[in-house]
């Protein structure tokens, strides 16, 4: 499974990261430009959490997606993002950026793919050493 995931992916799975990796960056554009009367929070986390865990999961996808990438150069994507979005709510009614918001998020982004760059560098660990014993 984890081959399938992490190693050399199929086309159909590559589409669906890439989908998918799209679909996040895009709700998070979307959730961070509402304006404030339309702004439903989840009740069970807090604000800081709630762009912890959004930036997260967006990080883990788009990491997966496009996991040639350096991963510097996907956690640099997302803290200019995450720049962009705090400060666009500058224009947005209701919204006002927050400094702890940006880290928040920023934060969520380096755990999302740190987490994704640790799976891929365990998975291709494991068959080196897998391969050794073959030997």
């Not at 989840?42 to 959004?54: D, I, K, R």
């Not at 350096?70 to 979005?85: I, N, Y």
């Not at 740190?114 to 068959?127: S, Y």
Request: hydrophobic residues 55%.
């Amino acid at each position: 499974m984890a081959n399938i995931l992490l190693g050399d992916h199929g086309s159909g799975l590559r589409r669906l990261l890439m989908a998918c990796a799209t679909c996040c960056i895009v709700a998070l554009v979307v959730l961070s430009w509402i304006p404030g009367q339309y702004l439903v929070r989840t009740g069970v986390l807090s604000g800081f959490e709630e762009h912890f865990l959004a930036y997260a999961l967006s990080g883990i996808m788009v990491a997966a997606a496009i996991r040639k990438a350096s991963p510097v150069w996907v956690v640099a994507f997302f803290v200019l993002l995450a720049a962009m979005l705090e400060l666009g709510q500058n224009f947005v009614p209701g919204r006002h950026p927050a400094i702890e918001d940006f880290f928040a998020s920023t934060a969520g982004a380096l755990a999302g793919v740190a987490l994704v760059w640790l799976a891929i560098l365990l998975v291709n660990w494991k068959e080196r050493r897998d391969l050794g014993k073959r030997s």
